[in-house]
C-alpha cells in the first residue's frame, strides 16, 4: 500500500532562539532541535522511518521560516527511489522564507534505483532579505554494488518563482543523455549547490562568493568537472558531476561551508549527524 506522508515544518525567532515547531500526518517527521551554534540556529533532523520512496508513494514536505529566524535541515541518510511496478514515486518540497530569514537544505543524496520513476521537486518562495544556502544531490544506480541505472526515469524540477527554474528528465534509455560529452559524459552522480536570495545581491558579494566557490573548486579532485556561475542577480549556483556519491557530497559540504563563511560570516560546521 502507498505511503502519502506529509510534514509541516515552521521556524520562528523567539528571542534569543529560533524555534522549530512540526505538523505531521504518516511516516515523516523531525527529531529534536538542536543547538550546536548556539540559540540563533536551530538544527533540525528531517526523517522518513520506512527508509524509501516506492510508486505510488509521495512525500509533501512544507517548510515556512519567520523573520530572523534561521534553520538548518538535513537528513540521516540518502533518499532512496525504489523499483516501481508503474506508479512514479514523487518527493515535493516548498520552502517559504520571510523577511530576513535564513535557511539551510541539506537533504543527503537521493539515490535511484534501476527500475525506478522518480519525481524530485523542490519549490523556494524567498521574501526580500531572505537568504537560502542548499542542493539537491542525485545518484543513479548503486555502482559500488555493481547495480548500475539501467531502467528507469527521474524527473527534477528546481523552481524559485519568477527568478530560476530548473526541469530535467533523466531517462535510463537516453544513453546519449547519460554518456555523451553533451550530457554526463558517463558520470552518474549529480548536484546542484545553490545560494538564493529574496532581493539582488550587491555584484561585490556575487563576485566575492564566486571567486570562494572557485578557490574550493579549484583544490579538490572533481575540479575538472564542478563550475559556479550567477544566472540571475538573487542565484549562485555550482553544478558537480562524478563517478560516485561520495567525491560529490565531499565537494558540495566544502563549498557550503565556504559560503556559509563568505556570504554569512559564519563558521563551516557541519551538522553532527554527518559524523555518525
Not at 506522508?5 to 511516516?27: E, I, K, N
Not at 524540477?157 to 550530457?183: C, F, M, S
Not at 550567477?230 to 557550503?256: F, K, N, T, Y
Amino acid at each position: 500500500m502507498p505511503w502519502h506522508a506529509r510534514l509541516q515544518l515552521s521556524y520562528s525567532h523567539q528571542a534569543p532562539r529560533t524555534v522549530a515547531r512540526f505538523l505531521h500526518d504518516g511516516p515523516l517527521r523531525i527529531l529534536q532541535s538542536l543547538y550546536p551554534e548556539g540559540d540563533a540556529i536551530c538544527h533540525n533532523v528531517l526523517v522518513h522511518p520506512p527508509g524509501g520512496i516506492v510508486g505510488g508513494d509521495t512525500l509533501d514536505i512544507d517548510v515556512a521560516v519567520a523573520p530572523g529566524a534561521h534553520g538548518l535541515i538535513t537528513t540521516p541518510g540518502a533518499t532512496r527511489f525504489y523499483k516501481s511496478q508503474g506508479e512514479t514515486g514523487l518527493q515535493t518540497a516548498r520552502l517559504a522564507l520571510q523577511a530576513g530569514a535564513r535557511l539551510e537544505w541539506l537533504p543527503l543524496e537521493a539515490l535511484c534505483y534501476s527500475g525506478c520513476l522518480a519525481e524530485n521537486r523542490l519549490r523556494c518562495e524567498l521574501a526580500p532579505g531572505a537568504e537560502l544556502l542548499g542542493w539537491d544531490v542525485t545518484a543513479l544506480g548503486l555502482p559500488h554494488a555493481d547495480q548500475p541505472f539501467e531502467r528507469g526515469r527521474l524527473q527534477q524540477h528546481l523552481e524559485v518563482p519568477g527568478v530560476w527554474l530548473e526541469r530535467g528528465r533523466i531517462d535510463a534509455d537516453d544513453r546519449l543523455l547519460l554518456d555523451g560529452p553533451l550530457g554526463l559524459a558517463g558520470q552518474r552522480c549529480l548536484a546542484t549547490v545553490f545560494f538564493v536570495a529574496g532581493s539582488a545581491l550587491a555584484r561585490e558579494r556575487r563576485e566575492q562568493a564566486l571567486d570562494a566557490a572557485r578557490a574550493v573548486i579549484e583544490a579538490h579532485a572533481l575540479r575538472d568537472s564542478a563550475g559556479a556561475t550567477s544566472p540571475e542577480d538573487r542565484v549562485l549556483v555550482v553544478r558537480i558531476l562524478g563517478p560516485v556519491v561520495e567525491p560529490v557530497m565531499d565537494l558540495a559540504r566544502r563549498l557550503r561551508a565556504a559560503w556559509r563563511e563568505q556570504l554569512w560570516a559564519l563558521p563551516g560546521l557541519a551538522p553532527r549527524i554527518w559524523a555518525m
